[in-house]
């Protein structure tokens, strides 16, 4: 249940950047090979946020694929080949996403001074 | 309001993992973090390849409870500290950061941390260390690096163990390669047996050729 260390340091995290105002989304970002399962987190999340600034927040999160891309000939495929570059049949591919794991945005109630007024 | 964040949320771990590598090459030490599912061969490795490269080399036992891995490689001599995790599924930098202080390292030149048997957690916590190791075995199927693709492409070495059951199994090592290899294609994938020893040489060579 590592979901639930995640999610304490989201939580931390989250905290700090809000800055005492309620927040309402946290937008997040998770790699496919990240090993985050989003059940998990959003049970820990509920868990956790009660009687925090963070309760009721959705999470909002964005998935992304595992991608590799070709070292030799630049060409980009998925991770569910056998690891040989699909367009030049050699190997030599990088994994250039899918390790994801961070808080991109989250939005906090407006408070006097943030209007500007 | 929108604030923009952009921060990882392991944050914290990889600031300690930071502080735990500049020690690490402080002390001229290469540090590997072994990580495996229970009952794959982690302890049996770690044992062999003290057998043969003999006492250079300092040992972090890692287990959610119990102190018996690290009672088995005290048999050999070397030194060896036992972190017990308290129900947590992985080591963290911060508990090898307390290790290490439990450790004389004067003059060794590794550090073997064993991490909790576990193919998922470990994988996000980096601890510092120079190299990660996979250790798969026979009897768990070739299909391992299709289910857990995220550890095995972190893996700077893939160790397959328990060969010699392989005609037990029906265990097709082309195809366990073509899963690791399709989220990680130049790693070294060694055949051992920790029973025999056969392959063993080629892991420790391997080892051997190391520098940080
Ligand atoms: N047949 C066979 N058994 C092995 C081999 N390596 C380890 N074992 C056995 O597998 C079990 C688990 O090994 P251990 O090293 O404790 O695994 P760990 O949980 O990953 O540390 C033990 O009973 C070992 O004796 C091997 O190469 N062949
Ligand atoms: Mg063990
Ligand atoms: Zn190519």
């Known amino acids: ?117 | 309001m929108k604030i923009e964040v952009v921060k990882d949320i392991l944050d914290a771990n990889e600031e300690w993992a930071k502080e735990n590598r500049r020690f690490f090459d402080g002390a001229k030490l290469i540090s590997i973090n072994i990580m495996a599912s229970p009952g794959a061969g982690k302890t049996s490795l770690i044992m062999g390849t003290l057998e043969s490269i003999g006492s250079c080399a300092a040992v972090i036992e890692g287990d959610i409870a119990s102190t018996i891995d690290a009672e088995k490689i005290g048999t050999l001599g070397v030194p060896v500290v036992q972190i017990n995790t308290g129900g947590a599924c992985h080591l963290d930098a911060a508990m090898i950061k307390k290790a290490l202080e439990r450790l004389d390292l004067k003059g060794l030149k590794y550090l073997f941390i064993e991490n909790v048997g576990n193919l998922i957690c470990p994988a996000e916590f980096n601890l510092g260390e120079h190299v990660r190791v996979i250790v798969a075995s026979v009897p768990e199927g070739d299909d391992k690096p299709f289910k857990y693709p995220g550890i095995f492409s972190t893996a700077q070495a893939v160790v397959l163990n328990k060969w010699d059951t392989l005609s037990y199994f029906d265990f097709d090592f082309e195809r366990f390669k073509r899963g690791i290899y399709s989220v990680n294609p130049e790693v070294p994938v060694f055949r051992v047996s920790c029973k025999t020893k056969e392959g063993l040489g080629d892991w420790i060579d391997w080892l051997k050729g190391l520098t940080y």
């Open chain 1, 1 to 117: 249940m590592h979901e639930l260390t995640i999610t304490e340091n989201m939580v931390g995290l989250v905290t700090e950047e809000a800055k005492g105002r309620k927040v309402s989304t946290i937008n997040l970002v998770i790699g496919e090979l990240s090993g985050v399962v989003e059940e998990s987190l959003i049970f820990c999340f509920h868990v956790i946020s009660k009687g925090t600034l963070l309760e009721g927040a959705s999470l909002n999160i964005k998935k992304i694929e595992g991608r590799m891309r070709c070292r030799l000939c630049s060409f980009e495929f998925g991770i569910d080949g056998d690891g040989l570059c699909p367009a030049c049949r050699r190997p030599g591919g990088k994994l250039i996403s899918g390790k994801e794991l961070y808080i991109e945005s989250i939005e906090v109630e407006d408070r006097d001074e943030d209007r500007g007024g």
